[in-house]
């Protein structure tokens, strides 16, 4: 197969994955510029080993590449400060139609979710972003993160109890 027949199966397979990728990446890495270094890692190594995969779900042989290049990254770097999300992405989470005060509100209530998420061990917050985020079904996220699909329901179920917790008082004040 020639060079420009394997980049346009891998630009078709692969790289139309990149918002996941640097959605997941930036949740585990809790840093947007690090989570680009990472997915740019992670797609150097995607290219390098793209003979090898043998079709199936592009995002998700993808994915599990980028969780471990995060993986790599956080040993080496073990960093445990939290980046706050830029304003370009949290204009993203704001709906157009709202009223000025509605949009406070929602943008309040986002930071405080984001922060329940980001305090989450990263076990349970790669789950959580996995499936809430991503929407990724148990048998995806279990072949990314390498474990059985209970282990996967078992960190979910804990992950989600946690930020019912956290999250409660934020539900309390709506009802």
Sequence with gaps: MSFDAVTARFEATVLIHLDSAWNLARWLVRSEHDAQDVVQEACVRALRSFDGFRGGDGRCWLLTIVRN????????????????????????????????????????????VREAIEELPTEFREIVVLREIEGLSYKEISAIAGIPAGTVMSRLARARKRLEEKLSPLIAEEA
């Design 69 to 112: 290049t995060c993986c790599t990254w956080l040993e080496k770097n073990r960093r445990h400060e939290p980046e706050a999300l830029s304003e370009e992405t949290l204009d993203q989470l704001e709906s157009a139609g709202s009223s000025p005060p509605g949009l406070l509100l929602r943008e309040a209530e986002a930071e405080q």
